[in-house]
DNA sequence: GATTATGTTGCAGATCTTGCAACGACCATT
DNA sequence: AATGGTCGTTGCAAGATCTGCAACATAATC
């Protein structure tokens, strides 16, 4: 909608990528290296960039205080940690919390392995969508319409013999997934890594989380991996049970849900709703 | 610089606050609602806002992937981490990894303690600058007039009794820092945590980053944690070899420290490269 | 059902952005 | 030391892009 903020924020993913100078980002934006400058520019004086030394552009600290500091104020995150820290000392492997969010997912929480062998993840890390055991949860809780489309607009990267293979066989999958309540997966995306999955449900019923346990085949197989589902599910329920409870407001609110109502499907419907009202400011508008 | 992109990021700090309704956003921006409107419309295309369904918008998904990525491509991150880790198995206390960047300093990893009172953090959190051990290193590297600058234009928050109070103080301290070639934090920002920290340098002898080990007084007290300093020092320096070590590409390179000639002091000389080639891209410019 | 509160759109004026071209700094080569 | 090349920086004029307005749309509230 605004060219001049549009071309400034395609300049993030591509320093994302490393470090850059000026004429390589002018080049890749496909504009004037004083146009270019100008934008690298504004985006320092943010913070958002950073200027090395040798005068390339990277991207910069305040960028990642920011997404610290957005993270830290998303409240399943806060209700979830201690039950994952549970669930992690009571079986010793890693433990992942994700959400969904506009075709991607990803980790916002994680408690690492007690095994000397790891997955391999990282808080903030979005997921091979089409084959984790969170994600298959996340999309197949979605409404019917947007499930389909979020199916056909994927990619189907093939990961091993076992990753998902196209839309069809995903929109199969889902529709076991929301029936069962539960998502796995088995050497989808790592042939020696398997998880189990279960969903966070927010006011609605809806899922607006999902969490796992993943373990390579080499700590413990698929079935021993398995046996642990009634716990997970166990732990996903209690961090529900948490998450409902906690009212808007400390001072019950008039009527805390919009979304019960049949809502006509004009604008596909948007959902997870990971951040609710710790936040101080968010009680302005119903003080005075 | 750019008017249109200005605003657009200063959207970004107000919504790490918390979620915000289009209106809240265009009277803090002081701008017409159709404005931050067309704002948010393009930083949500780009996945740096998410619009939640009750339509308020929060920053977005991409926006921690992008965070994630630029951090992951740091190198004395990825050099330094196995040793953090030995470290920590050693001691079992808290180890962190922060660099400098333009008056902040910041964790860019963490190795957890593994005793169960630990010192929070996290990484990508800016740390408290005027009393860290870290932060005093970093700065303290700095050349003079620099450093001077950087002391006059912080703030002096007393976090405790033993906060450094004033830019007196902390130019002093810097001073010994600078000296002695390593850094403490006893009780400065919190009142029962100690850390001590060494620095890591890069090829021209410059600090390019600090680690610190932290314990809080009810596991080690401040004395016992000191004697930890050597072991903390002898990590620090294996690092350091090791970044200075490896050459710039794999094919060793004409010049590759251009930063050995003095410079004049026009500009205030930034400092502080803690990324270096891995990147596949980067030897573009080397190729045909 | 009327009323408020919020978000959304089309439009015309003007500001702000753009690309150009020339300049300057720095490095490398002869 | 001189010359040529690379890359970043600046002033300017043309005009594309952004802005604020006002009216409209929609949902919540009384």
Known sequence: MSQTVDRALSILPLLAEGPANLEQVATRLEVHKSTALR???TLHEH???????DQRYR?????????QEAMENLDVREIAHP?????NAACGHTVHLAVYEEDEVLYIDKVESRYPVRMYSRIGKTVPITVAAVAKLLIADLPEP???????????PRYTARSTPDAAAFLNELATVREQGWATDLGGHEESINCVA???RGAEGRAVAA???SAPNVVVSADELLTLLPRVRRTADAISAEYVGRPLTPQRD??????STPRRDSTPRRDTNPQRGTNPQRDKRAAP
Chains 1, 2 share one sequence.
Request: glycine content about 4%; overall charge positive.
């Open 47 to 53: 913070g958002i960039v950073y200027r090395q030394p």
């Open 211 to 213: 969490m796992s346990v």
């Open 39 to 41: 934008l690298l520019r």
């Open 59 to 67: 991207l910069g600290a305040r960028l990642f205080a920011l997404a």
């Open 146 to 156: 947007e499930r389909r489309a979020v199916a056909e607009r994927l990619d189907y």
């Open 254 to 259: 008039s009527t805390p849900r919009r979304d």
């Open 83 to 87: 039950h994952l820290a549970e669930l």
């Open 198 to 200: 279960a969903p966070i």
